[in-house]
């Protein structure tokens, strides 16, 4: 077990932004961490989990020491009368695992190609894309419990899976369901995460983007290949390629509101984007309420919000010489946006990343 001091974070989170690790271990497998848990110097530290830094806005040096989670790993491990069930490391690229299984034959995630971040990441996120979320295909994940470094295994229902939520962004207890689970915020380091992939595939269809591309191309039965291809052009086209801007993708979540709420908006802004979800809730398209109030294309520092996409905030400073944006720039900006959306439309957005 190596503690590595004073590490520089910028390309270890995508928005580039420049901070420190004022101590770092990478964690390749659990007796990486176990190995640290009966050190009596780290044991007692507080300690921050550090994926693919996709998710995240760093305001400044990180004090908690950093477990940086590299364990890789990718296989079937099982099968059932309708499902593939396979494992992923938590630390392989996410948008690699999802490429792998499709290569393998494995079909479901292809409407989640090309988010960024982490496998170990993704449940954490309850990531989600044109019509499918994480939860739709989990079956289980093995954790480590960073206070008594036991491992343990957690199935759907134990997650309390929600919109872009689970049980690891809680201290606490978490109610879903009807029932109450422990909060697993900083206390759990996920190790493995397994899918469950459907035998008789469906494509998920519905969305605009998605039906322009089958008509373009003349298509009415889209294979998963196709409709993987389809996604990662039209994520190319709209958001902003971390490793040349800097971003953490969707700043926002997109808020649910009440068909009332919606009518009250619709009345005022007749064009709102918003989606019927099944349990007669609506969705409300954040991009389109930032953009209405004026926001794309504008600046705090080098925080911008994306000409192309008004959900995603980027840095615009080149960053390695330090003139990048600051996370402090990052979260002005987000809190002008929020006031300006909630001062218009009566509505309070949420951000998704992480702040540190």
């Known amino acids: 077990m190596l503690v590595e001091k004073n590490v520089p974070l910028q390309p270890f989170n995508t928005f580039h932004i420049v901070a420190k690790a004022l101590a770092l271990v990478r964690v390749s497998g659990e007796e990486d961490v176990q190995a640290l848990l009966a050190d009596p110097e780290w044991a007692a530290q507080p300690k921050f989990v550090l994926g693919g830094g996709s998710n995240l806005v760093l305001t400044g040096d990180v004090k908690p020491l950093v477990l940086k989670v590299e364990i890789m790993g990718r296989r079937l491990v099982g099968e059932t009368a309708r499902h593939f069930v396979v494992e992923a490391g938590a630390g392989e690229a996410w948008h690699d695992f999802v490429a792998w299984t499709l290569e393998q034959g494995y079909t479901g995630l292809e409407n989640m190609a090309l988010i960024p971040g982490t496998v170990g990441a993704s449940p954490v996120q309850n990531i989600g894309a044109y019509g499918v979320e994480l ?5 289980s994940l093995d954790a480590l419990d960073l206070q008594t470094g036991q ?4 199935n759907a229902a134990q997650c309390a899976f929600g919109y872009r939520d689970s049980v690891f962004k809680h201290g606490g207890t978490v109610t879903s369901g009807g029932q109450q689970t422990l909060g697993l915020k900083d206390r759990a380091l996920i190790l493995r995460v397994r899918f469950a992939l459907p035998k008789v595939w469906k494509p998920v269809l519905g969305y605009a983007d998605i039906e322009k591309k089958m008509a373009e191309h003349g298509v009415t039965e889209p294979t998963a290949q196709q409709i993987f291809d389809w996604v990662c052009a039209i994520r190319r086209a709209k958001l902003p390629d971390p490793a040349v801007i800097g971003n953490a993708g969707s700043f926002f979540k997109n808020p649910q509101v009440s068909p009332e709420q919606c009518a009250d908006i619709i009345a005022r802004e007749p064009r709102v984007v918003h989606y019927h979800l099944a349990d007669g809730s609506i969705k409300l398209a954040a991009g389109w309420l930032i953009d209405s109030c004026g926001w794309k294309g504008k600046s705090v520092g080098q925080a911008g919000v994306y ?7 980027v840095n615009r400073g080149a960053g390695s010489d330090g003139n990048g944006a600051t996370g402090g720039e990052v ?7 929020q006031t300006s959306v909630y001062e218009r439309f009566g509505i309070l957005l949420e951000p998704e ?4």
């Open 135 to 139: 939860q739709d295909r989990f079956e």
């Open 151 to 154: 491992v343990f295994t957690l």
């Open 307 to 313: 000409e192309k996409q008004a959900l995603v905030l």
């Open 331 to 337: 979260m002005t900006l987000a809190k002008a946006i």
């Open 353 to 356: 990343p992480v702040v540190l």
